[in-house]
């Protein structure tokens, strides 16, 4: 073969197309034509009888090479005419076999599809992701998929995008055996098997299409489910048409039918934005300051000090990972009470169906429960979770660095407080980091690793390699009052109590967030958090405050009648036993009242002005924390906000929103907010320059990195 990203070789009269595109073997340029004229080599040596296609390396084809999406859209090329090799190879009239091993996705299972068998080793996985980047199937995906695997599952695959492991794939139709062993020996023994028979085409199977009746039910249920799960995105409800499709047309119109909404996707601003998500969350794994051959330490053994809501959160998640984890407290019942929650948590999973009991209580076992500081001085890494505040946590600290052997990795899960000052407490600063978990902690993705003045790159490197370990997306940032996330939301959160003390419902300002995209509003979000937590923030940092400068305070008081909530049943909402909100008149009628008091006028305010107020809050701060160099770039900043804080994903984050606003725009708004309601609203100097240039955030890189 002239291509050396496909090779063409013989085993007997049996074909073996492989394809050598490390390491994902993805459907570059150059991939489609290697095997487009391996298929023609097939097809012209009469020695040949049958073929197997397989990719080299770990896996199959996991997928067409994204960043040629972007240039299809720049115009920089056409489309990458996969649609024609498929057709090409599936009118082959030898037989021939994918033998699938690690992962087939997109147009890899899409290339699988179009050849006349299927075989995959036990351990492979299948799956057409593409709603995940607000595209679809665009190489007959939608059509094929149905006519092997039956509407509901075809569905099912191509709206919600999760991919299904061989196994099933089998029961499904879309493999035709599993494979034990020597992949390639036993595709090849396959081939042999099949090298006589017919080379039956996927696109003339129609037996799995169902009756009108049959698909109207799977329809209509797949569209609701993807209304409320996937609110607001275009690309799953495209998917469902495209399969639908594929019940009503013929195999060729619906191939074109297919194209025409593949690629009225591609060019929206929801894939744009998906696909941004997805390299940036790759990208945030990259730290310029942080050599590649800095040493990463194992991680075998942890502790976690606090079994509350968060202590516990965090014993599991690294008890999921398979690390054995000592829970440390301070009496019996806070450690039986925090030890019954994680019992909880995993009977739970298990009547989901999500864990085997088998697997539950082997994670349980992981997790000791102590009292003492007894084998401290055995673990790798200790978790700080106690009561957010200062004195307590350097005590904590200070204990810690008594007890620990030399090298520990000593972490606070603090949310707020300066990891410096922590690391004061100790003899060992280098050792000591900041990692906070998003609650509820085994299950949010993101870890904000906090790097201190003195902490090492080795304790970095290993943290951020860790991060990956624990099924999490680790985000450096920089030391200081909120760290990236927290100290971005706060303004968010003060918009958005502003607005209520200014006349806005307080539901209308939750509802103008959500329907922007927001997975819950700003202030039924402070109800599940607990509004007693930003209070004890608040009060303990009260001497931070700018004299003159207006505070929101209805929070507060709400605070003060012990209204923290949904753990107390009322907050900014009431809750029922289900803790299922509903409005509270009291709440709107004592706002009234205290806004009286101060003299706050009352207006009507519109859901537009509810959004720009707390999003471009956030970017303004964004653009503040991005040129003092807390965050190392935009697009952390957008991961931090995606991955932590329910940032519609099909809106890319917070700064890339703004971007694709236009930085000028959104100047302009943030100016006509400082000159109605002052200092909170001062433009960030980044933000102006940018503006002023027609330059974006995602233009601008700090220097230095995120500063510690």
């Known amino acids: 073969m002239t291509n050396n990203l496909v090779e063409l070789s013989s085993d007997g009269e049996i074909a073996v197309i492989l394809i050598n595109n490390p390491p994902v073997n993805a459907l570059g340029p150059g991939v489609a034509e290697g095997i487009a004229e391996a298929i023609e080599n097939v097809v012209q040596d009469s020695q040949t009888k049958a073929a197997v296609l397989m990719g080299a390396g770990k896996t199959f084809i996991a997928g067409a090479d994204i960043k040629e999406f972007g240039k299809i859209t720049s115009g920089q090329r056409a489309g990458s005419g996969l649609g024609r090799l498929l057709s090409k190879l599936e009118d082959c009239p030898k037989p021939i076999v994918a033998a699938i091993h690690g992962s087939a996705f997109g147009g890899g299972l899409e290339l699988a599809m ?18 995940k980047l607000g595209i679809i199937p665009g190489a007959g995906g939608t059509q094929r998929l149905p006519r092997l695997a039956g509407v509901a599952k075809a569905v099912e695959m191509c709206a919600e995008g999760n991919s299904i492991k061989a196994a099933e794939a089998l029961r499904s139709g879309i493999v035709d055996r599993l494979i034990e062993g020597d992949l390639r020996a036993s595709a090849v023994a396959f081939a042999r098997e099949i090298a006589e028979k017919p080379a039956p085409q996927t696109r003339a199977r129609n037996e799995r299409l169902g009756s009108s009746e049959e698909n109207a039910t799977i329809f209509e249920a797949a569209r609701q489910n993807a209304r409320v799960k996937q609110r607001n995105m275009i690309a799953p ?33 929801q894939s744009k934005a998906l696909i941004h998500v997805f390299f ?27 079994a509350g809501t968060m202590g516990v959160g965090i014993a599991m998640v690294f008890a999921n990972a398979g690390i054995p984890v000592l829970l440390k407290e301070v009496d019996q019942p806070a450690l039986d009470r925090g030890l019954a929650n994680i019992r909880k948590t995993y009977d739970h999973s298990v009547s989901k169906g999500r864990l085997t009991q088998k697997a539950a209580g082997e994670r349980l ?9 007894d084998g401290f001085a055995d673990v790798d890494m200790v978790v700080e979770a106690v009561f957010e505040g200062m004195e307590l946590k350097k005590q904590v ?20 407080l300066s990891i410096d000052e922590i690391a004061s407490a100790t003899s060992r600063p280098e050792f000591v980091i900041g990692t906070h978990f998003f609650s509820p902690a085994n299950v949010m993705r993101l870890l904000e690793i906090v790097r201190g003045r003195a902490t090492s790159k080795e304790v970095i490197a290993t943290c951020m390699q860790l991060s990956k370990k624990l099924g999490k997306v680790g985000v450096l940032v920089g030391n200081c009052m909120g760290f990236v996330g927290n100290r971005m939301f706060g303004l968010y959160r003060r918009e958005a109590q502003f607005l209520v003390e200014e006349g806005a419902p307080i539901e209308a300002v939750d ?17 599940l958090a607990g509004l007693d937590v930003g209070w004890r923030i608040r009060k303990e940092h009260q001497h931070l405050q700018t004299p003159g400068v207006r505070q929101p305070f209805a929070e507060d008081r709400l605070c003060e009648l012990g209204r923290f909530g949904q753990k107390t049943g009322a907050g900014w909402y009431k809750y029922d036993g289900q803790r299922r909100p509903s409005v509270d008149p009291t709440v709107a009628a004592l706002i009234r009242e205290w806004t009286a008091q101060a003299g706050i006028p009352q207006r009507d305010i519109s859901a537009e002005e509810i959004v720009d107020r707390c999003i471009y809050a956030l970017v303004n701060e964004g653009a503040r924390i991005l040129e003092q160099g807390y965050a190392l770039r935009a697009t952390d900043i957008d991961i931090i906000y995606l991955y932590g804080y329910g940032f519609p994903s099909y809106r890319g984050g917070p700064m890339w929103y703004a971007d694709r606003v236009g930085l000028d725009k959104v100047y302009d708004r943030v100016c006509e907010f400082h000159r109605q309601f002052g200092a909170p609203w001062e433009p960030a100097p980044l933000l102006k320059q940018l503006a002023t240039q027609q330059k974006t955030f995602g233009d601008f890189q700090t220097e230095h990195g995120a500063a510690a």
């Open 397 to 416: 600290f200070a204990e810690l660095d008594r007890v620990c052997k030399a090298g520990t990795i000593l972490a606070s899960n603090t949310s707020t």
């Open 280 to 306: 940036g969350e790759r990208e945030v794994a990259k730290i310029p300051d942080l050599p590649k051959e800095t040493v990463v330490w194992p991680i075998g053994s942890v502790a976690v000090v606090g």
């Open 365 to 373: 076992a992981l997790i000791q429960p102590t009292l003492r500081f």
């Open 114 to 131: 179009a050849a006349h068998y299927r075989v995959a080793s036990p351990t492979a996985q299948v799956g057409q992701p593409e709603v």
């Open 511 to 527: 509802q103008a967030l959500v329907d922007f995209g927001m997975a819950m509003g700003p202030l039924a979000t402070g109800d």
């Open 237 to 269: 409800l495209a998917a469902i048409d495209a399969v639908e499709a594929a019940t009503k047309m013929s195999f060729k119109e619906g191939c074109e039918y297919e194209q025409e909404r593949f690629t009225e996707c591609l060019f929206s601003e």
